[in-house]
């Protein structure tokens, strides 16, 4: 029997990764996740949606199916569901779900929600404060936001150093609890309590502490590389541990198909003239990212003066952008960003054919699937990136 029986490989580890090798293990298939750097998702806010919640009508959406809630109710980390979140730049935005540190303010609607005063240097609680109060919603559920003092620091240096750093403090079940207690004695009393994205590096630490504090407490949205990616991680590899995913941290080199199986060429360091370490499976779930992740590259040939976008790694697959297929540099002087826009390095992936299935140069090959942001045209959310990952993830384990 051949070692690719039943066996899929995941590229990717990020949600889309995740949400596939959990779809897939569930459907009794065996499971190895190839992943290298961190992605888009060890890189996002926390708040979950499914197209640019700037759009008109993004409060709504699809409610989430069975499948989705049963992925993250595994994951530990989501709660989904219309929420209203606060970001650390001042606004007050929907979302369809997030991260289970974010404070919603939904329910805290029409009453005084204290801004943690805390003396960081990235924090004006203030401003903050006014920003948020005079936001549409606040204005509309006469929501109160009051800068609170609170003594959260222990050194000078913790004013400075980097937003994830200091949320790592706060998993110390010491630094935890005495939070609390300063939140529990602050004085005036709120509602609910919002900080910036500090409460912790773990899944349920801002729970514990606004279980010990007495109060709703919570998180405003994450800056790139903060506490939310972290927690993501974390709970990443919490589930597929559980789930006795195989995990390896390598390079994709090339993907080739031979004999009714798939051959996925990797190296742990591409810089060395090292022979590649090939894994055979059944079927391949690609999830590698766009741009942001390095799965989709930009690249420049100063002496052809041509620029086109490829994959990172060798693969017979189809790249398209705004529904037309690229081929190589696609014109002289190949994609043009001033005419497609600055948009056009979150549009471009794979290409996909009408019933879903990825583009391969020789026609449709059965048994690939991709999903997340290297699928060209789709939304880059996390929501869009869980349920690509979901679908993909079952497809592949039928196939193998």
Same mark, same amino acid.
């Given at each position: 029997?051949?070692? +690719?029986?039943?066996?899929?490989?995941?590229?990717?580890?990020?949600?889309?990764g =995740?949400?596939?090798?959990?779809?897939?293990?569930?459907?009794?298939?065996?499971?190895?996740?190839?992943?290298?750097?961190?992605?888009a998702?060890?890189?996002?806010?926390?708040?979950?949606? $499914?197209?640019?919640?700037?759009?008109?009508?993004?409060?709504g959406g699809?409610?989430?199916?069975?499948?989705?809630?049963?992925?993250?109710?595994?994951? #530990?980390?989501?709660?989904?569901?219309?929420?209203?979140?606060?970001t650390?730049?001042?606004?007050?935005?929907? +979302?369809?779900?997030?991260?289970?540190?974010?404070?919603?303010?939904?329910?805290?609607?029409?009453?005084?929600?204290?801004?943690?005063?805390?003396?960081r240097?990235?924090?004006?609680?203030?401003?903050?404060?006014?920003?948020?109060?005079?936001?549409?919603?606040?204005?509309?559920?006469?929501?109160?936001?009051?800068?609170?003092?609170?003594n959260?620091?222990r050194?000078?240096h913790?004013r400075?150093?980097?937003?994830y750093?200091?949320?790592?403090?706060?998993?110390?079940?010491?630094?935890?609890?005495?939070?609390?207690?300063?939140?529990?004695?602050?004085?005036?009393?709120?509602?609910?309590?919002?900080?910036?994205?500090?409460?912790?590096l773990?899944?349920g630490?801002?729970?514990?502490i606004?279980?010990?504090?007495?109060?709703?407490?919570?998180?405003?949205?994450?800056g790139?590389?903060?506490?939310?990616?972290?927690?993501?991680?974390?709970?990443?590899?919490?589930?597929?541990?559980?789930?006795?995913?195989?995990?390896?941290?390598t390079?994709?080199?090339?993907l080739?198909?031979?004999?009714?199986?798939?051959?996925?060429? =990797?190296?742990?360091d591409?810089?060395?003239?090292?022979?590649?370490?090939?894994?055979?499976?059944? +079927?391949?779930?690609?999830?590698?990212? #766009?741009l942001?992740a390095?799965?989709?590259?930009?690249?420049?040939?100063?002496?052809?003066?041509?620029?086109?976008?490829?994959?990172?790694?060798?693969?017979?697959?189809a790249?398209?952008?705004?529904? $037309?297929?690229?081929?190589?540099?696609?014109?002289?002087?190949?994609?043009?960003?001033?005419?497609?826009?600055?948009?056009?390095?979150?549009?471009?992936?794979?290409?996909?054919?009408?019933?879903?299935?990825?583009?391969?140069? #020789?026609g449709?090959?059965?048994?690939?699937?991709?999903? #997340?942001?290297?699928?060209?045209?789709?939304?880059r959310?996390?929501?869009?990136?869980?349920?690509?990952?979901?679908?993909?993830?079952?497809?592949?384990?039928r196939?193998?």
């Amino acid at each position: 029997m051949s070692t +690719a029986k039943r066996h899929v490989v995941v590229i990717g580890a990020g949600i889309a990764g =995740t949400a596939a090798a959990w779809a897939a293990a569930k459907a009794g298939a065996r499971v190895s996740v190839l992943h290298d750097r961190a992605g888009a998702s060890a890189l996002y806010s926390g708040a979950l949606d $499914e197209r640019e919640w700037d759009r008109a009508g993004s409060g709504g959406g699809a409610p989430a199916s069975a499948e989705l809630a049963e992925f993250a109710a595994a994951l #530990g980390l989501w709660q989904l569901g219309a929420r209203t979140l606060a970001t650390r730049e001042g606004v007050i935005r929907p +979302a369809l779900g997030s991260d289970a540190a974010l404070l919603d303010l939904t329910p805290l609607a029409g009453r005084r929600v204290a801004v943690a005063d805390l003396e960081r240097d990235d924090w004006d609680a203030e401003l903050l404060a006014k920003s948020f109060a005079a936001s549409a919603w606040a204005r509309r559920t006469r929501t109160e936001f009051v800068a609170t003092p609170l003594n959260a620091l222990r050194a000078g240096h913790e004013r400075r150093i980097a937003p994830y750093d200091f949320a790592s403090l706060f998993d110390d079940p010491v630094r935890l609890s005495a939070l609390a207690e300063s939140i529990a004695d602050a004085r005036p009393a709120a509602a609910g309590w919002l900080f910036g994205p500090w409460l912790g590096l773990l899944p349920g630490t801002a729970s514990e502490i606004g279980r010990l504090a007495g109060v709703p407490v919570g998180e405003t949205t994450s800056g790139t590389g903060g506490a939310a990616g972290a927690r993501f991680e974390s709970a990443r590899d919490a589930l597929l541990e559980k789930l006795a995913v195989a995990v390896r941290r390598t390079r994709v080199v090339e993907l080739s198909s031979s004999g009714g199986r798939f051959l996925v060429a =990797t190296r742990d360091d591409p810089g060395l003239p090292t022979a590649p370490v090939v894994v055979e499976a059944g +079927a391949v779930v690609i999830a590698a990212g #766009g741009l942001a992740a390095g799965g989709i590259e930009l690249t420049w040939e100063p002496d052809r003066a041509q620029r086109s976008f490829e994959l990172a790694f060798v693969a017979p697959l189809a790249l398209a952008l705004d529904g $037309e297929l690229l081929a190589g540099s696609g014109s002289l002087y190949g994609p043009s960003l001033e005419i497609s826009g600055l948009g056009a390095l979150e549009r471009v992936g794979i290409a996909l054919n009408d019933r879903g299935n990825p583009l391969a140069t #020789g026609g449709t090959q059965e048994g690939l699937h991709v999903a #997340g942001d290297i699928v060209a045209g789709r939304p880059r959310t996390a929501l869009e990136a869980a349920r690509s990952g979901l679908s993909a993830g079952a497809a592949a384990a039928r196939d193998c």
